[in-house]
């Protein structure tokens, strides 16, 4: 029996469209984000709406160091904060990291004042971040969220480079990150979990 071409086509494209769906992890609406560069681990809101990723920081200045363009900041994340996530000043103070470029972020028209420009220029950095079980390098954009309740935005490119889908009804689904890393070997993690679990 011959097999009609457009059914075949059918199957491929179902078989295909479910091996993505296998690839792809659920998330909450907020997680937990282990930022490698910096050491630290800090919440995240996951948020579909914003095209980019977005990390707390203040007294951001750019220069150029040996050719190369660098930024420098702080973590702008508050004092009781940063305690009981366990950052330390080496890790909140006078980061400095290759500048990867800049982006444009819309302002929204309720926090223009006077004739400020619609459209914000941000300095950008390239961060591996780890979400559950997922790490990925992505671009993160710096600017001052401490008025926001989350110091981190996970927007959709990072979303879609790790391969989240967000279900905005259940928060942490991830669990604390926990992605290998040279520093972290599989015994290393597989300890961890077992220690956990008790």
């Known amino acids: ?23 792809k992890m659920i998330y909450g609406l907020h997680e937990q984000v282990y930022i490698e560069e910096l050491g630290v681990t800090v919440p995240a809101k996951l948020d579909t709406g914003a095209d980019s990723a977005s990390l707390s920081a203040r007294y951001i200045k ?4 040996d050719g190369q363009q660098m930024v420098e900041f702080d973590l702008a994340i508050d004092r009781d904060d940063r305690e009981e996530l366990g950052i330390t000043q080496s890790q909140w ?30 300095p950008v950095v390239l961060l591996t971040v780890c979400m559950g079980k997922r790490q990925q ?12 309740s989350y110091p981190m935005l996970m927007g959709s490119h990072a979303l879609q480079k790790l391969a989240a889908v967000v279900d905005p009804s259940s928060q942490h689904i991830g669990g604390s990150p926990k992605c290998e890393s040279p520093a972290n070997d599989v015994n290393h993690v597989e300890m961890t979990e077992a220690a956990e679990a008790q």
């Open 1 to 23: 029996m011959r097999i009609p071409f457009w059914l075949m086509l059918l199957g491929v494209s179902w078989e295909a469209s479910a091996e993505a769906s296998a690839s």
């Open 62 to 65: 750019t220069f150029t160091r």
């Open 93 to 122: 103070d006078d980061i400095e990291l290759p500048l990867a470029g800049h982006v444009r972020i819309k302002q929204r028209a309720e926090s223009l004042e006077g004739d400020e420009r619609e459209y914000r220029s941000r």
């Open 137 to 148: 390098q992505i671009e993160v954009n710096l600017t001052d969220r401490s008025e926001f």
